[in-house]
């Protein structure tokens, strides 16, 4: 008879995301009040959106770490979603973990940037708007013309797209890129709703998504600059996606250092060094868990240097 697959189950979920902190279950499961938004300054000014929005009733709270970043309850969205800045796309939904991982990233106005995991594209409209150039890369068919469309709409004149698998991108860009962003593909544990279950989770999909991370993270270093600076980045909590790739990189390569990212945020917590039965290197403690908050998803981030 052929043997069946345990099924995981939320309890084993619940447990893990406890080992990693004792309160991350709770704050997966509490629903959002809040949402974010950007302004697109590739087509307008903060206080042009600021004024429309006020004649239409909207006057949302900023975001004291990102001058184009506000925030609005949820019960606000729907108007905002048929506000005049919306429809024209001088606004764009963004989470604001995503919004601060991407501005993370060191860009000075001469830099080209690569994307290696880029589409819908939101992060890549942020680099558009700091950098010369940008190089997104997407190998998703589908993802791929929605993100080609989100750029159009939104007026960008310098991201070059790219329908590439970006595990290969390095073979043809060696050493090429200023500073590059890897919002890697991931088991999305950050976006679970507790409330409708666990229908899509397993620690097999972590495995298999870590096995794709450890190769797209040397694709991203591989195309770094001497001198430059990197993101990895996930919306997942598995330590075999975060910490285990970036150590990974770490023991592939002594000239990869581990930057300190600047913060004053209270919802996050440090890299861990010790997962089951791994033992990571200290310098993942300078890496960052975003922890789910009224307006922030779960999300991950390391700032890595090379040398
Ligand atoms: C987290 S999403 C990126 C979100 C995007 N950076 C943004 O902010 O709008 C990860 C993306 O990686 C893509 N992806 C999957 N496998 C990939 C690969 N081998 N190389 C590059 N990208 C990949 C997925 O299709 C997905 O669009």
């Known amino acids: 008879m052929a043997k069946q697959k345990k099924r995981a189950t939320l309890e084993d979920f619940k447990n893990r995301l406890e080992s990693i902190n004792p309160n991350l279950f709770n704050m997966l499961s509490t629903p959002k009040t809040h949402f974010s938004f950007r302004v697109n300054l590739n087509r307008t000014t903060v206080q042009e959106v600021l004024e429309k929005l006020k004649q239409e009733g909207i006057e949302?709270?900023?975001?004291?770490?990102?001058?184009?970043?506000?925030?609005?309850?949820?019960?606000?969205?729907?108007?905002?979603?048929?506000?005049?800045p919306y429809t024209a796309k001088e606004v764009y939904i963004q989470n604001l973990s995503s919004i601060f991982a991407a501005i993370s990233l060191k860009i000075k106005p001469e830099f080209w940037v690569l994307d290696l995991a880029a589409a819908p594209g939101g992060k890549s409209l942020i680099?558009?708007?700091?950098?010369?150039?940008?190089?997104a890369v997407e190998p998703d068919k589908n993802r791929f013309f929605m993100m080609k469309r989100n750029f159009k709409e939104s007026l960008v004149k310098n991201i070059q797209?790219?329908?590439?698998d970006g595990r290969f991108i390095y073979k043809a860009c060696p050493e090429w890129f200023d500073a590059v962003f890897l919002d890697a593909p991931c088991s999305s544990e950050a976006h679970i709703d507790i409330a409708k279950g666990i229908t899509w989770w397993s620690p097999r999909r972590i495995y298999k998504f870590a096995k794709l991370q450890k190769e797209l993270i040397i694709s991203a270093f591989e195309s770094l600059k001497s001198g430059g600076e990197?993101?990895?980045a996930t919306c997942t909590f598995a330590?075999?996606?975060?910490?285990?790739?970036?150590?990974?990189?770490?023991?592939?390569y002594p000239n990869?250092?581990?930057?300190?990212?600047?913060?004053?945020l209270q919802n996050t917590q440090k890299g861990i060094t010790k997962w089951q039965d791994e033992e990571?290197?200290?310098?993942?403690?300078?890496?960052?868990?975003?922890?789910?908050?009224?307006?922030?998803?779960?999300?991950?981030?390391?700032?890595?240097?090379?040398?």
């Open 230 to 232: 990197m993101i990895y």
């Open 280 to 307: 990571y290197s200290s310098e993942v403690t300078k890496t960052l868990r975003f922890l789910p908050n009224k307006a922030f998803s779960g999300f991950y981030m390391a700032r890595i240097g090379k040398e």
């Open 239 to 252: 330590p075999e996606e975060n910490e285990a790739v970036v150590n990974y990189l770490l023991s592939k």
């Open 161 to 164: 797209t790219y329908n590439k």
């Open 256 to 264: 990869a250092k581990v930057l300190p990212i600047e913060h004053n």
């Open 127 to 135: 680099f558009s708007e700091r950098a010369s150039k940008v190089s």
């Open 60 to 84: 949302p709270q900023s975001v004291e770490w990102c001058k184009e970043a506000f925030v609005l309850s949820i019960e606000s969205r729907e108007a905002l979603v048929k506000s005049t």
